[in-house]
């Protein structure tokens, strides 16, 4: 006998990233789920951001990793409350253990909820969280090749930010091309070029976020 | 790499809908895998040899649909099929396009006894 079936795979996923989802707005907190590969800069970027937005408003960090608290412990020296997530060889966060590391967030202390995902341009991008926005981090170095070999990452993405930018002297990166192929397929997609070494186009990022913020809570 | 989680999700839905059906057991499971979630079957396959096993969709047949990725232009309308390093339309050259299909991951039937 066959039976009809006709049911998303990640069906479960994207019903406890719902529930994450009314967690943050009943809490006022936006969410946004940072993914890049590996080294692109997204830890780098979260110490960047919560410097720029101290005294703006209140910053809370979700650290996902394969293993160790090393970026968590690198965050926490920032005094910001962090919660590490170590999914003991998962490559992707998913909706239940971002669900059950909210659980040690103190949401109603927190405007601004940073999760950074697992260093993978895969796997993060079919895991909803329950996040407002999903920022890709694409750093110079790896090439200006990366949204075709990654195309559901850069489509998904609501924000791309090019990161080290201080490096494109020395690299064959093509910072138009690259732009252009990314538009091409993602028109709502927002590109700021950044690097968190000199601060160059942080502040951007920066007021992006305040905009978002000040928009939900409008 | 994310295929072990797919593949326990696909099981736990596979399993639901046969208890649903009261099946004893599962033959065929029809998968719809679009082109641009990197969903690997082979790996697919792998996991689901062991996943499965003691439940009432051990040994069973796995079948993939592969959806192409598929965009439509935004300028000409037409439909084609996205290239791996080549984002323009192969009508009039534009790179302004909307992505249609291969972003599916479901499962379409249950074969079961």
Redesign the interface.
């Known amino acids: 006998?066959?039976?009809?079936?006709?049911?998303?795979?990640?069906?479960?996923?994207e019903q406890i990233a719902q529930k994450n989802r009314q967690l943050f707005d009943s809490n006022h907190v936006l969410a946004v789920n940072l993914m890049s590969s590996p080294g692109a800069g997204k830890t780098s970027l979260i110490l960047e951001t919560i410097k720029r937005l101290k005294g703006k408003t209140r910053v809370g960090v979700v650290e996902g990793d394969i293993s160790s608290s090393l970026d968590a412990e690198a965050i926490g020296k920032e005094g910001v409350p962090v919660v590490q997530i170590n999914t003991g060889g998962?490559?992707?966060l998913?909706a239940n253990m971002t669900s059950t590391a909210l659980g040690s967030v103190p949401l109603k202390d927190v405007d601004l909820l940073l999760i950074e995902n697992v260093g993978?341009l895969?796997?993060p991008a079919?895991?909803a969280l329950g996040e407002h926005k999903k920022i890709l981090i694409s750093s110079t170095p790896e090439g200006d090749?990366k949204?075709?070999k990654y195309?559901?990452m850069f489509?998904e993405a609501d924000v791309v930010l090019i990161n080290k930018i201080d490096l494109l002297p020395y690299l064959k990166f093509n910072t138009d091309a690259f732009s252009?192929?990314i538009?091409?397929?993602n028109?709502k997609v927002e590109i700021f070029p950044i690097s968190c070494t000199t601060g160059e186009g942080i502040e951007k990022w920066v007021s992006w976020l305040l905009t978002q913020m000040s928009r939900r809570q409008s | 790499?994310?295929e072990?989680?797919?593949t326990q999700?696909?099981l736990?839905?596979?399993l639901e809908?046969?208890e649903k059906?009261e099946?004893k057991s599962v033959g065929k499971i029809n998968?719809v895998i679009g082109g641009?979630?990197?969903v690997v079957g082979d790996c697919v396959q792998f996991y689901f040899g062991f996943l499965s096993k003691g439940t009432s969709a051990e040994g069973a047949a796995l079948s993939f649909k592969v959806i192409p990725?598929t965009?439509k232009c935004r300028d000409c309308d037409k439909h084609f099929e996205?290239k791996?390093?080549d984002?323009t339309c192969p009508y009039c050259q534009s790179?302004?396009?909307?992505?249609v299909a291969g972003?599916e991951?479901?499962?379409?039937?249950?074969?079961?006894?």
Request: charged share 25%; glycine share 4%.
């Open positions: 006998m066959e039976i009809k079936v006709v049911k998303d795979i990640l069906g479960a996923n998962e490559c992707h998913d993978n895969v796997c079919e895991f090749d949204p075709f195309p559901l489509h252009r192929a538009k091409g397929i028109q | 790499m994310h072990l989680a797919i999700s696909m736990d839905l596979v809908q046969a059906a099946a998968l641009m979630t990197g990725t965009a996205l791996e390093f984002w790179n302004n396009m909307e992505i972003k991951l479901f499962v379409e039937s249950i074969e079961v006894e």
